[in-house]
């Protein structure tokens, strides 16, 4: 199947809302309930349970999908506006799209993909987002400054990585997993070195959320550029995740200097 045939949504075709939340305190941040903190770290653990093999594929499937529904029962959808490009935000601070998108969109090969099989192995479901860092010190070359990671979209954090170690043969490193209730999808951001948000945070599209690495058993490698990787998965009715292709919105993404 070609990148342009898999779950395809346009800007304009996304289920044509953007959540405008009526719940005091979540636009910054403050609102954290004990019940949604105790979500986020039910997703955390299934993640880290599907890492390490100690659930089986299919009740990983069945403990994630209770898990997200609760989430998605979190929020009031009530009041809503059309999507348009300004929905989104390039998560790569003062770097453009067609500069930075590996292999010009792609890298997004979505076949054969299971988040809840780690025997499975081969997919790409996501976008590598590369910078000038030819020394792979974290540090941009044209400004000396480590690259700010910045939200996609607005949405809550829902699980961090944050002591991935050099000598970890573990993949993705220091990770951020943030669930936008708009768009009802997951935003998976890999290999970042400083994680500068925590479970249960509200962040708004264009958010600083992390400083780019290179932490993850492949990302560390010298062969691999300094790079973020982000992929998005869509809940279907079941809540269920689907890899979708966000190539077309972060072309026409705002620009943060």
């Given at each position: 199947?070609?990148?342009?045939?898999?779950?395809?949504?346009?800007?304009?075709?996304?289920?044509g809302i953007v959540l405008?939340?009526?719940?005091?305190?979540?636009?910054?941040?403050?609102?954290?309930?004990?019940?949604?903190?105790?979500?986020?770290?039910?997703?955390?653990?299934?993640?880290?349970?599907?890492?390490?093999?100690?659930?089986?594929?299919?009740?990983a499937r069945i403990a994630?999908?209770?898990?997200?529904?609760?989430?998605?029962?979190?929020?009031?959808?009530?009041?809503?506006?059309?999507?348009?490009?300004?929905?989104?935000?390039?998560?790569?601070?003062?770097?453009?799209?067609?500069?930075?998108?590996?292999?010009?969109?792609?890298?997004?090969?979505?076949?054969?993909?299971?988040?809840?099989?780690?025997?499975?192995?081969?997919?790409?479901?996501?976008?590598?987002?590369?910078?000038?860092?030819?020394?792979?010190?974290?540090?941009?070359?044209?400004?000396?400054?480590?690259?700010?990671?910045?939200?996609?979209?607005?949405?809550?954090?829902?699980?961090?990585?944050?002591?991935?170690?050099?000598?970890?043969?573990?993949?993705?490193?220091?990770?951020?997993?943030?669930?936008?209730?708009?768009?009802?999808?997951?935003?998976?951001?890999?290999?970042?070195?400083?994680?500068?948000?925590?479970?249960?945070?509200?962040?708004?599209?264009?958010d600083k959320i992390s400083?780019?690495?290179?932490?993850?058993?492949?990302?560390?490698?010298?062969?691999?550029?300094?790079?973020?990787?982000?992929?998005?998965?869509?809940?279907?009715?079941?809540?269920?995740?689907?890899?979708?292709?966000?190539?077309?919105?972060?072309?026409?993404?705002?620009?943060?200097?």
């Amino acid at each position: 199947m070609t990148k342009k045939g898999v779950v395809l949504m346009t800007v304009k075709g996304i289920a044509g809302i953007v959540l405008i939340f009526s719940i005091a305190g979540w636009t910054n941040g403050t609102n954290r309930s004990d019940k949604t903190l105790e979500y986020c770290s039910t997703f955390r653990q299934i993640q880290l349970d599907i890492r390490d093999c100690v659930i089986s594929p299919d009740s990983a499937r069945i403990a994630f999908q209770t898990v997200m529904r609760n989430i998605r029962s979190e929020f009031n959808k009530d009041s809503c506006r059309a999507i348009d490009s300004s929905y989104f935000v390039y998560p790569v601070r003062c770097y453009l799209p067609k500069e930075s998108i590996g292999g010009k969109g792609e890298g997004f090969r979505p076949e054969g993909f299971d988040l809840f099989d780690m025997n499975v192995k081969g997919s790409h479901p996501a976008h590598d987002l590369f910078v000038y860092d030819k020394n792979q010190d974290g540090i941009d070359d044209r400004t000396w400054h480590p690259i700010d990671v910045l939200s996609f979209t607005s949405g809550i954090v829902i699980a961090t990585e944050t002591e991935w170690k050099s000598d970890s043969e573990l993949r993705g490193g220091n990770w951020i997993w943030i669930y936008d209730p708009c768009l009802d999808g997951l935003f998976y951001y890999a290999h970042n070195n400083i994680v500068n948000v925590q479970p249960g945070q509200w962040v708004n599209a264009g958010d600083k959320i992390s400083e780019m690495g290179r932490t993850g058993f492949n990302a560390y490698k010298k062969r691999s550029p300094t790079h973020l990787h982000m992929m998005f998965l869509k809940l279907n009715s079941d809540a269920l995740p689907e890899p979708y292709d966000t190539y077309d919105w972060m072309l026409n993404a705002a620009i943060r200097e």
